[in-house]
């Protein structure tokens, strides 16, 4: 059966909007793992446009779960990890532009970089994680430089009409095999939701998902414990 992680990215843009001290991405983190919350996932952006430096440090003081800290491979975020010691980080691609995380680490066109980069994590022992397209060669290159888990990137599977999601899904389950066969552990995440969310879970041997913003969306109606709640639900009857 797949974990589950929330991505509490979202309750600190709402904070962010008025530049306040509410809503406290740190305080839900205790709600979303009282809704069952297997670890909680932040993305600390170059431009700190929603998590802060002091959100990740009082995570890893408070939290009872897992810190799955999301970040670009920058030497500033190699520093700041290396303080942090969360239990694992998963890099990914990062632009300014972007609204949210586009496509996958292009892993093979940066080996060399990522190799001494994933090596310095790892002397701090730090799982890493690289969030990456299914795609076979990046799957072979993740492996080949150290990568611990690789994060499959369900967004075009996510974007889909539920007719037009078959052959997405079918690479989604392939690299999912495939990568379990070299050794690694296979989370997925981006874009899924109560509508797309199972046939993901019902994956074998699927590890975690990483879920935030239909979770976010969903706690407005009913609240962030309940939300988890029902995500997880979901996730375990797969
Ligand atoms: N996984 C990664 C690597 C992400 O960057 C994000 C978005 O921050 C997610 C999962 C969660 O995506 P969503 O918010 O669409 O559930």
Redesign the pocket.
């Known amino acids: 059966m797949a974990t589950l992680?929330v991505?509490i990215?979202?309750i600190a843009n709402v904070r962010q909007a008025r530049k306040t001290i509410e809503p406290d991405p740190v305080q839900y983190a205790f709600l979303a793992e009282l809704g069952g919350a297997d670890s909680i996932?932040v993305?600390l952006r170059e431009d700190r446009r929603h998590i802060q430096d002091r959100d990740v440090f009082l995570l890893k003081k408070t939290i009872k779960t897992k810190l799955n800290l999301?970040m670009a491979a920058t030497e500033e975020m190699l520093k700041i990890s290396t303080k942090l010691l969360p239990d694992y980080v998963?890099l990914?691609p990062e632009k300014r532009e972007e609204v949210?995380?586009e496509g996958g680490l292009d892993v093979i066109s940066n080996e060399k970089y990522l190799r001494d980069y994933i090596k310095c994590l790892k002397d701090s022992n730090i799982a890493v994680s690289a969030?990456i397209d299914p795609v076979d060669e990046q799957i072979n290159s993740s492996r080949e430089i150290g990568f611990d888990f690789v994060?499959l990137?369900t967004?075009k599977y996510?974007d889909l009409k539920k007719q037009e999601q078959y052959v997405e899904l079918q690479k989604i389950i392939e690299s999912t095999y495939f990568a379990i066969d070299l050794g690694l552990v296979v989370n997925a995440?981006?874009?899924?939701?109560y509508q797309n969310v199972e046939k993901i879970a019902s994956i074998n041997n699927m590890n975690e998902l990483?879920?935030?913003?239909?979770?976010v969306a969903r706690a407005l109606a009913v609240g962030l414990e309940k939300a988890v709640r029902e995500m997880k639900t979901l996730i375990s009857t797969n």
């Open positions: 992680g991505n990215d979202h996932t993305h999301e998963t990914v949210t995380t969030f994060e990137h967004g996510a995440g981006h874009g899924l939701n990483n879920i935030g913003h239909s979770i």
